[in-house]
């Protein structure tokens, strides 16, 4: 089925240090999500992004739905160890079948402390 | 703690066999989706509830079925289990059935095909 490009694909990082992670899609993708799930639970939201353009941030976390609306990007600043987690991003297509969400592979980010 | 609950936490079991993975919404949330997680295919969407009736489906297996109760309570059903089905399952819900919504996730059940 249809996957997003999600990339990088793992991170390993000092704590201090910057991240950034994107997601691409060949085709217009109507709302953008960013999930981090934690080590043994499930997913929680982080950022919705809901129009081309938008930038919104979370605390330390910024994300921004792409101009094109075929991307998107999720920064994390001055990482700290609690963020080691698989970030995921998430879309609902403009087209086709677009009553649910499709999902990138995740972003395994660990923090060296 | 998001809210939803999910059980077993743990399931072993044998190929050929059958299991039912049980979720409870958070208090409110009418939506009920399930995912399937393992190491090489991420997080996939199975399919969507709402309020009692199948609302979107992805790649859910043949093999696979799944309902929504009265009590809005939902059941995933696994048959003639393979060794490729060992899995994380996860179960979340959401108030309405609009995808941009915040969807919970329960913590999971861990299925263990041997």
């Known amino acids: 089925g249809q996957q997003l490009n999600q990339s990088p694909q793992s991170m390993f990082i000092q704590e201090g240090e910057d991240v950034s992670m994107n997601c691409t899609s060949s085709?217009?993708?109507?709302?953008w999500l960013w999930y981090k799930q934690d080590p043994g639970e499930g997913p929680v939201l982080l950022i919705a992004l809901y129009k081309a353009g938008e930038l919104t941030s979370n605390g330390r976390l910024t994300a921004q739905f792409g101009i094109t609306r075929k991307d998107s990007f999720l920064n994390i600043s001055a990482s700290i160890p609690s963020d080691v987690g698989i970030y995921f991003c998430?879309?609902?297509?403009?087209?086709?079948?677009?009553?649910?969400?499709?999902w990138g592979l995740g972003t395994s980010l660990a923090v060296n402390p | 703690d998001s809210g939803v609950t999910q059980t077993p936490k743990h399931l072993i079991t044998a190929t050929g066999q059958r299991v039912t993975l049980r979720c409870s919404p958070r208090?409110?949330?009418?939506?009920v989706y399930w995912y399937q997680q393992s190491l090489d295919q991420g997080l996939q969407f199975l399919i969507q509830y709402y309020n009692g009736e199948e609302r979107a489906k992805g790649n859910i297996l043949e093999r696979f079925s799944a309902q929504q109760f009265p009590d809005l309570h939902s059941e995933l059903n696994l048959s003639s289990l393979e060794l490729g089905d060992s899995a994380l399952y996860f179960c979340a819900s959401s108030v309405e059935a609009r995808l941009e919504e915040t969807q919970y996730f329960g913590p999971g059940t861990r299925l263990l095909v041997l």
């Open positions: 998430a879309g609902q297509p403009n087209a086709g079948n677009n009553r649910k969400l499709i």
């Open positions: 085709s217009i993708f109507n709302t």
């Open positions: 208090s409110g949330d009418l939506s």
